[in-house]
């Protein structure tokens, strides 16, 4: 993809948003902006996760938080931050804020495109803030869906965009170690609980082992599996 002057609107400085109460900002330049449009074209995912205990905690009952957006460069073998947030505000409401905002500064470049997938844990803040800021789903929403898909065994549709959110059973999202195919599903099979993300990114792998089943609702992919290995 060719970058030129005239489809960038400049970031001034790294940090973008900065405001005390609760206390938080916002790091993402404008060399991360054009480095997603690079990567975008092979790896277009985004890695979402928080870090505690870096920042000293002045309030027992607030922890700062570091939050960060990373993407796999496969071609360079290498890990990128793409965005960075810091919180002492760990709620729903308040990393949606920050991710909407983040997305927003991202969309004032023309050659900029939303990630395909979205990968975070499993805790309920992130989940939730991710599924709002990219796909404008509620808790309700998700659960209402997630009942359907799963009880009532409905292959349900309800939203447009592209974006699938996908949860990742631990906090290894180490890209590097995520490959685009495999040659021998029945080693994935016996591996899956140590690369629970590299099987549910494998389309051709979805459709193919009896024991793994992925339900799609609207534009999440929930990993459900019936046996223990």
């Known amino acids: 993809m060719a970058i030129t002057n005239t489809n960038i609107r400049k970031l001034r400085s790294e940090l973008q948003d900065i405001h005390s109460d609760p206390f938080g900002a916002i790091f993402v330049s404008e060399a991360q902006v054009k480095l997603w449009a690079v990567v975008f074209?092979?790896?277009?995912?985004?890695?979402?996760?928080?870090?505690?205990?870096?920042?000293?905690?002045?309030?027992?009952?607030?922890?700062?938080?570091?939050?960060?957006?990373?993407?796999?460069?496969?071609?360079?073998?290498?890990?990128?931050?793409?965005?960075?947030?810091?919180?002492?505000?760990?709620?729903?409401?308040?990393?949606?804020?920050?991710?909407?905002?983040?997305?927003?500064?991202?969309?004032?470049?023309?050659?900029?495109?939303?990630?395909?997938?979205?990968?975070?844990?499993?805790?309920?803040?992130?989940?939730?803030?991710?599924?709002?800021?990219?796909?404008?789903?509620?808790?309700?929403?998700?659960?209402?869906?997630?009942?359907?898909?799963?009880?009532?065994?409905?292959?349900?549709?309800?939203?447009?965009?592209?974006?699938?959110?996908?949860?990742?059973?631990s906090d290894e999202t180490e890209s590097g170690q995520i490959e685009s195919e495999y040659s021998d599903e029945d080693e994935i099979i016996k591996n899956r609980k140590k690369n629970i993300d590299k099987e549910i990114m494998l389309n051709d792998f979805k459709q193919k082992k009896e024991h793994l089943y992925i339900y799609k609702i609207g534009n999440f992919d929930i990993l459900y599996e019936d046996i223990e290995i």
């Open 41 to 169: 074209e092979t790896d277009p995912i985004w890695y979402f996760n928080a870090t505690g205990g870096i920042f000293k905690r002045v309030n027992p009952e607030k922890e700062t938080h570091l939050y960060s957006i990373v993407v796999h460069d496969s071609i360079n073998k290498t890990n990128i931050s793409i965005a960075d947030f810091i919180t002492n505000s760990n709620n729903n409401v308040s990393i949606y804020s920050f991710l909407y905002k983040l997305i927003e500064k991202f969309k004032s470049f023309s050659f900029f495109n939303l990630p395909k997938a979205i990968v975070t844990d499993f805790y309920w803040a992130n989940i939730h803030s991710t599924m709002k800021a990219f796909n404008n789903l509620n808790v309700i929403d998700y659960l209402n869906l997630t009942d359907q898909a799963i009880v009532e065994k409905k292959n349900t549709q309800l939203i447009s965009e592209e974006e699938i959110i996908i949860l990742s059973s």
